[in-house]
């Protein structure tokens, strides 16, 4: 049965879920989880909160199943969730941290000292850093465009934005990336 | 540097570019050197960046997932949402009882009688006597 899943089109496992099965359900999540994985990472970064926005990203997707008419891939529609699940919830964060800040260090990102003390991160860590100083909506090009390798096109589509938007974003977040990493890289 | 020169040669990367076009931008990066450092910075970023990229979650991830389906859970924020929306009902209720009882014992209709309102007069203000006595 797991295997006939397996082999079974987005499409079947969609008509599947639709009338009920969860299992055929599960084999989609399976399927879709990695590119869910590498949204919201590269969204929020390495942390407990990526996962559950993760999660939420299929259950919103379950939900919308009969709302969802396969004009889009799969991929595409979840990846769209996500990226609009992460953008609220960095919303929610920035809040929390106006308002919070003395309290909650938490959600600060581990900065690596420009001075030499970043032996101890690597060239990923020093990636990620400066990706998430990025602001939300350039990061959210950055992501989809360069690290999952949506076209220009696609970005513009799933981010509801013209593609000269995301051609500027592109390069205004290419501007800031540059110098954050010169400044870490340098040394190193 | 040529912003147009700039985003076809960031288009060139998403897919092969019209005749046309593909030529201009090989003319532009063969006589610009400052195109085509741009050109390598890109796919430098571009290979970084990839490093980076997490393809996986915490274990058990999609068993995760159909457990949240099978028993949705109800967060914080919800359940404080629900709490405010069941007092809020229960205030409105509570005012519009309130309004008609004040309403069936007044003289006249009016926002004053709806709320139970009294106006003290000049001389109940100096004696201190209250208005309703």
């Known amino acids: ?188 | 540097m040529n912003r147009s020169f700039t985003n076809l040669l960031l288009r060139s990367l998403d897919v092969p570019l019209p005749e046309k076009d593909r030529r201009t931008l090989e003319e532009a990066l063969r006589n610009s050197p400052e195109l085509r450092a741009a050109h390598t910075e890109f796919m430098d970023l571009r290979s970084a960046l990839r490093s980076t990229g997490h393809e996986s979650l915490n274990p058990f991830f999609a068993e995760r997932v159909m457990e949240r389906l099978r028993h949705p859970r109800v967060s914080i924020e919800e359940f404080y949402l629900s709490v405010f929306r069941f007092i809020a009902a229960a205030a409105a209720v509570v005012v519009i009882v309130c309004g008609a009882y004040n309403l069936s014992r007044a003289d006249a209709l009016g926002f004053d009688s709806v709320f139970g309102f009294h106006h003290p007069t000049f001389q109940q203000v100096l004696t201190l006597e209250a208005p309703f006595e």
Do not use: C, W
């Open chain 1, 1 to 188: 049965m797991n295997q006939d899943l397996k082999q079974s089109t987005d499409g079947e496992l969609l008509q599947l879920s639709r009338s009920g099965d969860v299992a055929a359900f599960g084999e989609l999540v399976r399927r879709y989880e990695s590119k869910v994985a590498a949204t919201v990472r590269g969204m929020l970064g390495n942390n407990e909160g990526a996962d559950d926005i993760a999660q939420e990203t299929f259950i919103r997707f379950y939900n919308a199943l009969d709302r969802f008419r396969e004009e889009a891939a799969v991929g595409t529609y979840v990846t769209r969730i996500a990226i609009n699940l992460s953008l609220n919830e960095l919303r929610r964060r920035k809040r929390r941290r106006i308002l919070f800040k003395p309290l909650d260090p938490g959600d600060d990102v581990e900065e690596p000292s420009a001075a030499g003390d970043f032996e101890h991160f690597d060239k990923k860590e020093i990636v990620q850093y400066a990706l998430e100083k990025l602001d939300p909506k350039f990061r959210a090009v950055v992501t989809l465009r360069l690290i999952e390798g949506y076209t220009t096109e696609e970005t513009a589509s799933i981010l509801g934005v013209p593609v000269g938007t995301v051609l500027s974003r592109l390069l205004r977040a290419q501007k800031k990336l540059r110098t954050i990493l010169n400044t870490y890289m340098e040394g190193s």
